[in-house]
């Protein structure tokens, strides 16, 4: 079992492919390119890139390839300096025991000794591309050895097996967490079966605990007499960028995606996304295929993706209603959202596409598919994508955080929205129905409830503006060729 408590909340950030997806221009690649890059600097924890689907279908995102080749990545935090001498010269209280030598010759024995469960789980631990941080293994930390130890978020993870079951055991466990956690480190428990039966998904998990430490981190560099840095770096996760991912509607999508990460010599797309529906009429007129269709398509999607060490989101769209169909009822959501946990997927994105959400109707769903993927921290994330077409998402974002959602999608200037629920006018014109909720929206709603980001609201409003700028000028301009 992995345990933390956190009131930490993920933030994805979709603009860039969901919020000009439905534009009627077709936005420079240039200005996308600037648009994701200001956005990295805003702390959210994922930017969705693009999708790699035909330009003959989606003209809008046909550069998907050429948005990934351009990207600059903002440089990893702290560089030059560790985050030990930064600790000490901020807060001189703060000081780490020494380490005997005895201790260090007893952490060189227990790693020429390691188990199973504790090379599985450092053999994605120790990668830098998968972790975008570098951990210790069996680090010496004044009286005791640290199982796994990352310098830079202060983050301790330890693996316990059967033998810290018994009443001495624990009570040992117990100590040295209030030793560790006195000493300003974050202490994460794994247990040795969790390892065996997915040890990459504990690494990502790992991972995602990681991305919520920069905040504490900060805190504890800040004195009496010297005032925290009024800005965060430009990546206010403290990785090397935010978790860039992709749609991928099929195998020649998958490929494509691959293809940019190879050409990248790295994991530059850490995740992909599929896309289903829990209305059949909804499903055919979007992709032109059943709901068990869909799925289907995805088994070698999926396959290909976890075969390459990427993550695979699976998006449900009308959760809550569809513009064919009417309401929906939870449980045919659930239904679909136990296939794409059979099939494998490690996050299940919940889509109130037209934006007919209410409290009451978000907990009902909630609490419907919550019996199937647990919204608490385990394998499956589970996120809401909310619309704000009624002026609703702000209650639901709220009623969501009361049963536990910790990770919500936004669109920086609440770009986007569902084309089916738009609306012709009596003279003929297209009103078109208000967007995704806005990332500035919904970043507020969650601080105001009591919960924590990693976003800066002024480097959003930045964000904001530019994506602002782009489309009011896309849909003043005919599109231009080779843009």
């Not at 648009?35 to 999708?51: F, P, R």
């Not at 994605?124 to 010496?140: S, V």
């Not at 900060?218 to 007499?225: F, K, Y």
């Not at 919940?350 to 009902?364: K, L, Q, S």
């Amino acid at each position: 079992m992995l345990r933390l408590m956190s009131e930490f909340v993920r933030i994805t950030d979709v603009s860039p492919r969901d919020g000009l997806q439905n534009e009627p221009g077709v936005i420079p690649t240039s200005d996308k390119v600037k648009l994701i890059e200001l956005l990295c600097k805003t702390g959210v924890d994922e930017v969705e890139v693009t999708s790699f689907v035909s330009a003959k279908w989606v003209p809008q995102l046909g550069d998907g390839e050429r948005v990934f080749a351009q990207l600059l990545k903002p440089p990893p935090r702290g560089r030059g300096q560790g985050v030990g001498e930064r600790l000490e010269q901020a807060a001189p209280n703060w000081n780490p025991p020494a380490r005997n030598s005895l201790t260090m010759q007893r952490a060189r024995q227990l790693r020429a000794r390691m188990t199973g469960p504790e090379w599985i789980l450092w053999t994605h631990l120790r990668r830098r591309d998968l972790m975008g941080l570098k951990f210790r293994r069996q680090h010496p930390f004044g009286p005791f050895i640290l199982d796994y130890f990352c310098q830079d978020r202060l983050l301790v993870v330890e693996l316990d097996g059967r033998s810290h079951q018994d009443v001495e055991a624990k009570k040992y466990d117990a100590e040295r967490s209030e030793f560790l956690v006195s000493c300003g480190l974050t202490v994460l428990r794994v247990s040795n079966d969790r390892v065996i039966e997915d040890g990459l998904a504990v690494a990502k998990h790992i991972r995602r605990i990681a991305q919520s430490i920069p905040a504490e981190v900060d805190r504890r560099l800040s004195s009496p007499v010297q005032p925290p840095t009024p800005q965060p770096p430009p990546s206010g996760r403290g990785l090397l960028h935010p978790v860039f991912s992709a749609l991928v509607p099929n195998e020649r999508g998958m490929q494509a995606a691959l293809d940019c990460n190879r050409a990248a010599h790295k994991h530059l797309i850490e995740k992909v996304s599929v896309f289903t529906a829990a209305s059949e009429t909804f499903c055919k007129k979007n992709i032109n295929a059943t709901i068990a269709e869909s799925l289907e398509r995805f088994r070698p999607v999926i396959a290909a993706a976890h075969q390459n060490g990427l993550d695979v989101r699976g998006y449900i769209s009308c959760v809550i209603a569809c513009p064919f169909e009417g309401p929906i009822a939870p449980s045919a959501v659930a239904s679909v959202a136990k296939q794409l946990l059979d099939l494998g997927v490690d996050e299940i994105d919940y889509g109130d596409t037209i934006g007919a959400g209410t409290t009451e109707t978000t907990a009902a769903l909630l609490k419907e598919t919550r019996t199937v993927v647990p919204i608490e921290a385990g394998r499956v994330t589970s996120t809401l994508h909310l619309h704000d077409t009624f002026g609703r998402a702000a209650d639901c974002v709220r009623a969501a955080l009361d049963l536990g959602v910790r990770s919500f999608d936004g669109s920086v200037a609440g770009l986007g929205g569902c084309p089916y629920a738009s609306k012709t006018l009596p003279d003929g014109t297209i009103q078109r129905a208000p967007g995704n909720i806005s990332t500035e929206l919904l970043v507020r709603t969650i601080h105001e409830a009591g919960y924590r980001t990693n976003v800066n609201v002024d480097a959003l409003a930045d964000a904001a503006a530019f994506a602002r700028e782009i489309v009011a000028k896309s849909r003043a301009l005919p599109p231009k060729e080779g843009a």
